[in-house]
Structure formats: C-alpha cells, structure tokens
C-alpha cells in the first residue's frame, strides 16, 4: 500500500477533469479523493498498490477529457494513512496549491447536448441554455477560482431535484457540470419590443427567427455580449442596419447553421472547416465562392465574409427555426466601444434602433467578443483573439521571477498579466481613446488579477507614446502597486510577442502596420529590426514620407498619395493626378486639395511616417479602390481583394532599396510613381494591385534578409497589421525561405495590436 499527493496544473477545472479522475480511479481499484483548488489546479490523493498508482498517473495525460490540458503533474509520496474507504470527489478548496491559474475558454455546445436539445422527448427539448462538462459558458460566467456554481453567475439558479441527481452522479455526464439547468430551474429566454414590453410567446426563439426572416431586426444576448441579427439576402434591411449603426462599409460577420449551408455560399478548406467546427468556434475568413447569393452588402468590396457556425444552444435554436442560408450576426455597440451584455442597457441603448430584443435573464460576468481568424497557408491568423480562446496563456520559455501587468496600445487592445512562465492575455477590449472602453479595460484587469489571485505586480508596462490613454493610466496603475513603469516602442513589442510565441531570444524582425510611436517622436510603421527580448537596434525600413493633415492622412489616403508624390511630380502634374484618379479623395473637393499642396509645399501641418499601411492605403486609393476609411484597414483591406486574381509579373514594379545613411530603406515614392505609369497604360487594376503588394513584400524581405546574413541570424520574422494580408505574408515567406533562412509569423496571437501587451510584458521582465 501506497499514498501519493498528485497536483495537477493546466486547464483542468470546468472541463469533466473530476469526474473523470474519479473514473480513473475507480478503474485502477485506489482510495482517496478528487478536488478542485483555489488556484485553478487540481489535488489528487490516492491511495493503493504502487504499480497501480503509477498506471494512474500515466492515465492522467494519456486519457484526460477532450476540452482539458495538463501542464505539469507533480507527485508526492507519502505513507499510507488508510484513512480512505473509496474515492470521492470532494468539495472545492479555496487554499492554493502554488500552481499557475488556467480558466478554461467558453465551450462551443457538443452534439450530445445538441441531439438532447432537439429530441422532443427529452426533458431539455428547446431548452436554450442546456450543456455538460464538455461544453457550455466558462470564462464568461465565473467570478472567482475554484470553479464551482457558487463562484458563478449560476449561483443565481438553484438546481431542481432532477438536475441535483444529474450534477451528484459520478456516471453522468453532467457530473459536476457548473453551468447544468433545465427548463425548470435555469435562465429564460424573453423577447421585447423595442419599447421595452415583453412579446407574450411560448418561443421566444422561435418567434425571433419568425420576425428575422420578415425583415426585423432583433438584439440577441448570447455567451460574451449582445449581437444585432439580420436577414443576409435582402439589401433594404442591410442598407437599414447599415444607417442605424453607422456602418456604412465595414463587413459584417455571418451566423450560418452547418457547413453545407457554408458551402452554399463560400469556400471551406479543410483546415477551416476544422477551425469552423471546434469548440472554440471562432469567425473564420472565407472566400466567397463563384455561387455566392447573399447580399453584396453584408461585406461590401470584399472577396471574403466572416463566417461562423452556432456555438450555443441559443444561436442552435434560433437557426434551425430560420429560413435564410445565414443571419448577420454584429456586436450591439459602436465600433470601438465595449460589447452590451446587460439588459437594461440594452433596453435603453437600442430602443427605437433594433424591432425586438431576444435577452435572457443569466448574468455575463466577463464580456467576450467572437474571435476572427483568417487562415493563411494553412496556419492561423487572428485577427481577434477573444472568445473561444481567451483565457488560455501563452506558454513562455523563460521562467520570470517577476510579476508584470501591460496594458497594450491603443486600438484593438488587449490587456496581459506574466507570471511564472505564462503570460495571460485578456479578452479583446478595443479602442481606448474613448472613455467607456479605457474603464472596461481597467475592469478586466482587475477581474484577471482576481481570477489569477494576483495581489501585486513588480512592473506596469505600456506604449512608449506618451499620448496613448494606456500611457496615462500605466503610472497610476503602477502607483496602486508600488510598481515600476516601463514604457516599450511599439514595433520592438510586436516582435517581443512573436519571440515569446515561438520561444526565441532574437530575430530580425520586419514590423509593418498603420502606424507605432517612434523614439525619434515619429510615426513608424515599416521597420526591419535586429530584436532581442531585452533590446533592438533599427536596421531600416519604408522611407519617412510627409504626411499632410497627420491623422487626416489615415481616414482619406488622397492626401497620402499626395505625400509620397510630392517633390517627384511637378505641382501642376500632381494636382492633375489627384483630380484624375483620386475624384473623391477630398472631403471638401478642390479647396482641400489645393489647401494639402500648399501645405505639403509649406510644410506646415505635415508629419513624417514610414508606416506601411499608409503605403497601401495610398494604392488602394490611387487605383479609385478605397477614397475613405470608414473602418480600420479598409483601404489596404480592400486593396488585397482587388488583387485577387491579379498577375503581377504583367506589370513591372520592382522594389527600390537604397542605403541610406547607413541603414537600408525602400523607397516606396518610386514604387507609387510605377503604379501611376501603370494606371496611365491603363494596366488592369487587379494586375497592378497584385504587382504594388509583392513589391512592398520584396523590399521588406530584402532588407531583412541582408541584415540577417550580416548579422549570422538565422530567423526572420514578421509582425504587424500588415501580415493580415494573405499575398505580402506568403511572399516574404518564400523569399525569406528562398534565401535559406527560417520565417516565422504568428499563429498564437494576432499579428495586429492584439498581440502588443504581450511583447510589453516580455520586454518588462527583462528588467533589472
């Protein structure tokens, strides 16, 4: 007879790990007990015949629940107590075991829950909020570790006698399993008018989906946070949507029942069908397909739509009653602003805007965007990290005996804790120029704090602009911690969280986006850098091109092109440019346009920028794609969809690399100029644009590749908003290839500023 202590690390609570540790027990003839921790591991102490024990800890790992992840295991011997009759699982304790805390991501709803849900004899018939331990709500509705139902917004909904029996059966499949209800004890559905009364239904889903398919637009809460539903096959309700939210070109993300209603309309590779059908449910970037028969207004001038399939009993429901091949699916809020998840909100906010409101009464403690993500080559790219994944960690190869909280850049920002060896990253938070967001950002750290029992941090680590609202707040975040600042330039950020994603100490890294603060006080965005986790040293990039208007440049990228041609056109010449072939570059037409030549000659209210996506905004506008951006990305966005099909050996544009000052630069006022000579020759648009993206794309590679082989480095790697783009991102990858060195990307984290507190907080632990 033997005793052993196991600690178990991982995701392993809110994901069947006790009842089948129980199992495993049972099946290997050993006493003792199961439980959960307040950390998030697990304690295991079992008692019987070594060899036995041994087989059960290899089971562990080997057979361990689908939806869990074992970090580490450790073991300790103990003489035997005999104190144990069976196995039990006990009750959760709230002590710590000294492991790392992992949260388990919302769960897509399994197809065993699925098939109860549409069985008309089962007890869950059309119950919305039915789940297991292998599916269901997780980070969204916890409020503290362990994870029990009272330390849950389930902890409002009592069991009845029928769910008790379930949740205390060790054989049952709902063994233990949280967020379990039934119609008789758990949340409701209601559906309102915009007025705020209540529809009188006996489905409000199905009622939901009735008014859906007439043409209304209805509010539905789901797991993270509350979406806009509408038809896809009718302009006038899109056009509708479109003017209530202010949306007057930016895609729409689409909900469609299976993958053979998907195909009806876009193309599926396997590996998206995989992404698309997981637990993890993300919105994955299709190509429309040759058949494509939704509304072109649900992803205007775009080749691609956001799909994604139900991954609650709630989306099931609504979809199966529905007639349409998809529904549009778009967070209630105001770009930038964080999701609505509650009622009255809800009520208020979007009285009078939406026909009729589908809420539930189940409380979202911690609201959670649908994550995107594009494929490229197979490989992931996020373009969102949020729900589905959030909040795994990423798993570092360093171990830091320093604790650092970041607070990410401006937009598309993120939020990250590093402890240990593990950087948490928050749920996708948004745009906190504005005030509601900066405060939801300030709630979900110390939400992450509390789930991670993080009572202090040794570093506050943010953008090295000092303007950015994450800057100003760093020193009074830092101030509450009697913790240190440390501010990090953007673009070594990006390429810290890319090291940090593949376990590398240093790379040479191409860092290409709209824009990052400079140390010199400029806007960078087009850099190749010699990166190390503690340092970087500036190696090159895009030439510095003026841009008029500062931030004006960013919305109406005529003045861009105005920028970058100027001094390589006579004034005349380039007036007669941007009237031609950028008509409705200028808000206010001609006065404006005469008003930036006279600047740009002046140089009064000009700024310096390298920044790629400035580049490609200028192309995009010059071959009359995209004169507006009216969401971010949009004119490189669509730029890249204009390029499909394209061949870019029919027109020549070939990257121009100069030393300048010692450093290597590409001259990107050359490369606009070959794309205006082909425009003259009247070049097809989608040849010249498939021609402007791979010489943007060989500038780069060459640049690191020679620096590369300077310095005997052996890894180039890109980050940025750039690296979304299908086309420059395989192109760098084979040149870099070509050449004999390793490329990496990201597939972990996303390679636009979602990814930047996690290289702010890599770069902080490096501090002495």
Request: a negative charge; one cysteine or more; charged letters at 25%.
């Amino acid at each position: 007879m033997e005793r052993a202590e196991i600690q178990v690390s991982g995701i392993v609570q809110g994901v069947g790990f006790r009842p089948f540790v129980y199992r495993l027990a049972t099946k290997h003839q050993l006493v003792g007990f199961v439980r959960n921790m307040g950390d998030a591991g697990v304690q295991i102490v079992v008692e019987g015949r070594r060899e036995k024990i041994m087989e059960f800890i290899q089971a562990l790992r080997s057979e361990k629940p689908p939806r869990s992840s074992i970090e580490s295991i450790a073991v300790f011997w103990q003489p035997p107590s005999r104190e144990f009759k069976d196995f039990q699982v006990h009750s959760s304790d709230r002590k710590q075991l000294g492991l790392p805390s992992v949260i388990p991501p919302d769960l897509a709803l399994c197809d065993e829950c699925l098939g109860e849900m549409l069985d008309k004899n089962d007890r869950r018939y059309h119950y919305p909020f039915i789940t297991c331990v292998n599916c269901g709500p997780r980070f969204t509705i916890i409020e503290e570790l362990p994870y029990d139902r009272v330390r849950t917004s389930m902890k409002h909904f009592p069991l009845c006698s029928d769910c008790l029996c379930e949740y205390l059966d060790p054989a049952d499949r709902r063994y233990h399993a949280e967020p379990t209800a039934c119609p008789v004890c758990g949340p409701r559905m209601e559906l309102y008018h915009s007025s705020g009364e209540i529809v009188r239904t006996g489905d409000p889903v199905t009622e939901a989906a009735r008014l859906l398919d007439e043409g209304c637009l209805v509010a539905v809460k789901g797991i993270g946070g509350i979406h806009i539903a509408a038809r896809t096959t009718d302009d006038g309700v899109l056009e509708r949507l479109r003017k209530e939210f202010d949306h007057p070109q930016q895609p729409f993300a689409v909900m469609s029942k299976d993958l053979d209603t998907v195909r009806t309309f876009a193309e599926v590779s396997l590996e998206e069908a995989e992404l698309l059908t997981s637990y993890r449910r993300p919105i994955v970037i299709l190509k429309k397909s040759p058949n494509y028969h939704l509304s072109e207004l649900v992803a205007p001038g775009l080749d691609t739509i956001g799909v994604m399939l139900p991954y609650s009993g709630i989306h099931h429901l609504l979809l199966h009653a529905g007639r349409e091949p998809a529904y549009v699916m778009t967070s209630a809020n105001v770009t930038g602003l964080p999701m609505i998840v509650d009622n009255n909100e809800a009520l208020a906010r979007l009285k009078n805007v939406v026909d009729y409101l589908l809420l539930h009464n189940r409380i979202i403690v911690n609201r959670c965007d649908d994550s995107v993500v594009k494929m490229i080559e197979g490989k992931p790219a996020f373009l969102r990290r949020s729900r589905g994944f959030v909040p795994e960690p990423i798993q570092l190869a360093f171990n830091s005996d320093r604790s650092v909280l970041a607070l990410g850049g401006d937009l598309n920002v993120t939020a990250s804790i590093l402890t240990g060896n593990r950087c948490f990253l928050s749920q996708h938070i948004g745009d906190t120029s504005k005030l509601e967001t900066l405060e939801y950002l300030q709630e979900a750290i110390a939400r992450l704090r509390h789930l991670l029992n993080l009572q202090k941090v040794d570093f506050v680590a943010h953008d090295l602009h000092p303007e950015y609202s994450t800057s100003r707040i760093a020193p009074q975040m830092a101030e509450k911690f009697q913790a240190r600042t440390v501010a990090v330039q953007h673009h070594h950020a990006h390429l810290c969280a890319l090291m940090a994603e593949h376990g590398l100490d240093e790379l040479v890294g191409v860092a290409a986006d709209g824009v990052g603060y400079g140390p010199d006080g400029t806007a960078w965005g087009g850099e190749i850098m010699v990166a190390r986790l503690d340092s970087y040293e500036h190696r090159g990039g895009l030439v510095k091109q003026p841009m008029p208007g500062g931030d004006l440049a960013a919305i109406y990228p005529a003045r861009m092109v105005a920028g970058i041609l100027w001094g390589h056109l006579e004034t005349a010449e380039l007036d007669r440019v941007l009237r031609e072939y950028c008509p409705n570059g200028f808000k206010y037409g001609e006065s404006e346009r005469k008003i930036v030549l006279q600047q740009l000659e002046r140089k009064l209210n000009v700024f310096p920028s390298s920044s790629c996506g400035r580049v490609l905004d200028a192309v995009s506008c010059l071959l009359g794609i995209c004169f507006q951006r009216t969401y971010e990305g949009e004119p490189a966005i669509k730029l890249e969809a204009a390029a499909e099909g394209g061949e870019a050996d029919k027109v020549n544009i070939e990257p121009a690399v100069e030393n300048l000052g010692g450093k290597l630069m590409l001259n990107t006022s050359k490369l606009l100029l070959d794309v205006l000579a082909a425009r003259k020759r009247n070049v097809p648009r989608k040849h010249i644009a498939a021609a402007a993206q791979l010489a943007i794309a060989r500038g780069l590679s060459q640049m690191a590749i020679e620096v590369a082989k300077s310095e005997g480095i052996e890894v180039i790697g890109a980050s940025g908003g750039v690296f979304c783009n299908w086309a420059i991102t395989v192109a760098v990858r084979k040149e870099v290839e070509e050449s004999g060195l390793k490329f990496v990307r990201h597939e972990l984290l996303p390679p636009g500023d979602g990814c930047l507190s996690v290289g702010q907080a890599v770069v902080a632990s490096r501090m002495t």
